[in-house]
């Protein structure tokens, strides 16, 4: 039984930092651009430490689809959801047009997302709310 509430969805991905940067030294600037958008991109430039900006990207884009409930499939890919930082250091999320209206067609309103890093692992954790008035259409 569904019960109605404020959250659509939850997601996290735990990815090892080594194995991106085994993909990175194997397929260099052809893996960036497979995976970033281009404000991650822009990040991505300035970051001091790539191999772990790429991490946690990469960790940041599964949690973000699983909590939408696709994973990547449903037309999603690795350059429709990202996550981009506030010039404070917290994550927030962006989405491609296309994954703007597969959000907002499911029901699916804010996002909001956490990423961290300990000993060679990434975790991310992201939550999606309803959006505005879809958890009272679901109660009814």
């Known amino acids: 039984m569904e019960v109605p509430g404020l959250v659509y969805g939850v997601g996290t991905d735990l990815v ?13 600037e052809r893996f960036v651009n497979h ?23 990469f960790a940041a884009k599964e949690a973000l689809v699983k ?19 506030h010039s404070s ?4 999320p ?20 956490s990423l961290t890093d300990e000993a060679g692992l990434i975790v991310a954790f992201a939550v999606m709310m309803r959006r505005s008035g879809e958890a009272e259409e679901a109660g009814s």
Not at 89 to 92: L, S
Not at 94 to 113: M, N, P, T, V, Y
């Open 94 to 113: 962006i989405f491609s047009d296309k994954a703007e209206a597969l959000r907002r067609s499911r029901g699916a309103g804010q996002a909001e997302i």
């Open 16 to 28: 090892e930092v080594a194995r991106i940067e085994r993909a990175w030294e194997r397929w260099g």
């Open 89 to 92: 250091g917290k994550p927030y």
């Open 35 to 57: 995976l970033l958008m281009t404000a991650e991109r822009a990040e991505f430039e300035r970051s001091k430490r790539p191999v772990r900006y790429l991490a946690m990207r």
């Open 67 to 85: 909590a939408l409930g696709t994973g990547f499939r449903q037309g999603m890919w690795l350059r429709d959801v990202g996550c981009c930082q």
